[in-house]
C-alpha cells in the first residue's frame, strides 16, 4: 500500500462517520490525487483556479471525483468553476456570489457554498466580518443555482484555534444551516470536537508539500 493511502487511513480513522474528508490537493499533481482515490478518497480541495483546471481535465475519466475550491476566488476565475466544481468554501462578498449564481444558471448547472469568515478579524485574510454573515447569508440564500451549505474559517495560524471555531459554529446554528467547514492538518481533530462537519486536510495526506512554482 502507497504512503499516501496508509495517511489517508490514518486520518480516516480519527474521524466520525459525520464528517467529509477534502483531501488538499493543492500543488499535488495529477498522480497524487490519482492515488488517494484509489484508496478510496472521493473529495479533493483546490486553491488556484488555472492549476484546478487543469487537473480536472487530466483526471475527467475519475467520475466520481468530487471538486472543493477553497482558496480565495477572484470574479473574473468563476468562469473556470462553474458547472465543474461541486463545493466552493470561499464565498466572502455579495459580489462572488452573484457572479456564482450568474455562470452556474447559464450552464444549467449549480454550487454548493460556504461564506467564509473573518473569524479573528485579521486586517490581511479574506472572509467577511462575523457581523456581516447574516446578511450575506440572506443574500446568497435568494440566488439561483447556489445552495448554501453552511460557513467556513481558517483560525489564525497562532494560538489555540478552538474559541474561534466555537464562534464560527455558534454563527453557523444561528443560520440553523447544516455544514461546517473548519479544521486542517494541524488542527482538525479540536475542529471535530467543535462540530466541524468538512475537514480539509492536505500534509496529514499528501505530505510535506514543495513551495509552489510562480
Not at 499533481?29 to 488555472?50: C, D
Not at 475550491?69 to 455579495?94: E, S
Not at 485579521?122 to 451549505?149: D, H, Q, W
Amino acid at each position: 500500500m502507497s504512503e499516501i493511502a496508509d495517511r489517508l487511513r490514518a486520518v480516516r480513522a480519527t474521524l466520525p462517520d459525520r464528517v467529509t474528508l477534502v483531501a488538499v490537493s493543492k500543488t499535488r499533481p495529477p498522480e497524487a490525487i490519482r492515488e488517494a482515490y484509489a484508496a478510496g478518497q472521493r473529495h479533493f480541495g483546490e486553491n488556484y483556479a488555472q492549476e484546478w483546471r487543469a487537473k480536472a481535465d487530466a483526471l475527467a475519466d475519475l467520475q466520481e471525483l468530487t471538486w472543493h475550491f477553497i482558496g480565495g476566488l477572484q470574479t473574473n476565475k468563476v468562469k473556470y468553476l462553474a458547472g465543474r466544481a461541486a463545493f466552493v468554501h470561499t464565498v466572502d462578498r455579495l459580489e462572488l456570489a452573484l457572479e456564482l449564481s450568474r455562470r452556474c444558471a447559464a450552464r444549467a448547472a449549480s454550487v454548493r457554498v460556504f461564506v467564509e469568515v473573518n473569524v479573528a478579524g485579521e486586517a490581511a485574510k479574506a472572509g467577511c466580518a462575523p457581523g456581516e454573515v447574516a446578511a450575506l447569508a440572506v443574500a446568497v440564500r435568494a440566488l439561483p443555482a447556489l445552495e448554501l451549505r453552511g460557513l467556513m474559517c481558517i483560525p489564525p495560524a497562532e494560538g489555540d484555534p478552538r474559541p474561534h471555531f466555537a464562534a464560527l459554529r455558534r454563527l453557523n446554528e444561528a443560520l440553523g444551516l447544516p455544514d461546517l467547514s473548519m479544521g486542517m492538518s494541524g488542527d482538525y481533530p479540536v475542529a471535530v470536537e467543535e462540530g466541524a462537519t468538512v475537514v480539509r486536510v492536505g500534509t496529514a495526506i499528501f505530505g510535506a508539500r514543495a513551495p509552489r512554482q510562480p
